[in-house]
T-cell receptor
Framework: KAGVTQTPRYLIKTRGQQVTLSCSPI?????VSWYQQTPGQGLQFLFE???????NKGNFPGRFSGRQFSNSRSEMNVSTLELGDSALYLC????????????FGQGTRLTVV | GENVEQHPSTLSVQEGDSAVIKCTYS??????FPWYKQELGKGPQLIID?????GEKKDQRIAVTLNKTAKHFSLHITETQPEDSAVYFC???????????FGKGTKLSVKP
């Protein structure tokens, strides 16, 4: 059974640009959550999507947004990139709503220059 | 909101010894506590979890204990091997919520 797939693996963007990251959850999983990982702040929750609806949101500015499609695949978008947005962005999928048995992808390493 | 503290931040053991990592949480309503292992260049891997209606859970060399009264939970790894070297994260959540609150991580080094 395939795991969580995140694309691309690496990205370099310039300040002010926007970026879209993609996540394909484990087949049959309907919940997708996104996390930001940095050396200083650790793993921080961005948002959770279930049935194409955002169910929960972390404490991030409105420049961070996401969506989920009918096949449960999810994308997150960051607009007007700042240097501080450089991080590993992780996607986790769960069978159902809630954070139980959440399986993570390998992440997208975003560098903002 | 929930806050999770994790100790120690680094841990070095000899191969074959046991390793213990401890976490405390602040929200007594939290009822799900997973542990993740993250190797360099990879995403976190779920290694064991425990729900609030259980005090202890074992899976081969790994065990987790939960003390709801004291609001702390611990990861125990016995007979450590070099491949156990990684960063370990504890987390807490309300099962009805979609977000995990993570500790800051423990870098475990197992010396052969």
């Amino acid at each position: 059974k395939a795991g969580v797939t995140q694309t691309p693996r690496y990205l370099i963007k310039t300040r002010g640009q926007q970026v879209t990251l993609s996540c394909s959850p484990i087949s049959g999983h309907r919940s997708v959550s996104w996390y930001q990982q940095t050396p200083g702040q650790g793993l921080q929750f961005l948002f959770e999507y279930f049935s194409e609806t955002q169910r929960n949101k972390g404490n991030f500015p409105g420049r961070f947004s996401g969506r989920q499609f009918s096949n449960s695949r999810s994308e997150m978008n960051v607009s007007t990139l700042e240097l501080g947005d450089s991080a590993l962005y992780l996607c986790a999928s769960s069978l159902d709503r809630g954070a139980t048995e959440a399986f993570f992808g390998q992440g997208t390493r975003l560098t903002v220059v | 909101g929930e806050n999770v503290e994790q100790h120690p931040s680094t841990l070095s053991v000899q191969e074959g010894d046991s390793a213990v990592i401890k976490c405390t949480y602040s929200d007594s309503a939290s009822n799900y506590f997973p542990w993740y292992k993250q190797e360099l260049g990879k995403g976190p891997q779920l290694i064991i979890d425990i729900r609030s209606n259980v005090g202890e859970k074992k899976d081969q060399r790994i065990a987790v204990t939960l003390n709801k009264t004291a609001k702390h939970f611990s990861l125990h790894i016995t007979e450590t091997q070099p491949e156990d070297s990684a960063v370990y994260f504890c987390a807490a959540s309300l099962r009805s919520q979609g977000n995990l609150i993570f500790g800051k991580g423990t870098k475990l080094s197992v010396k052969p």
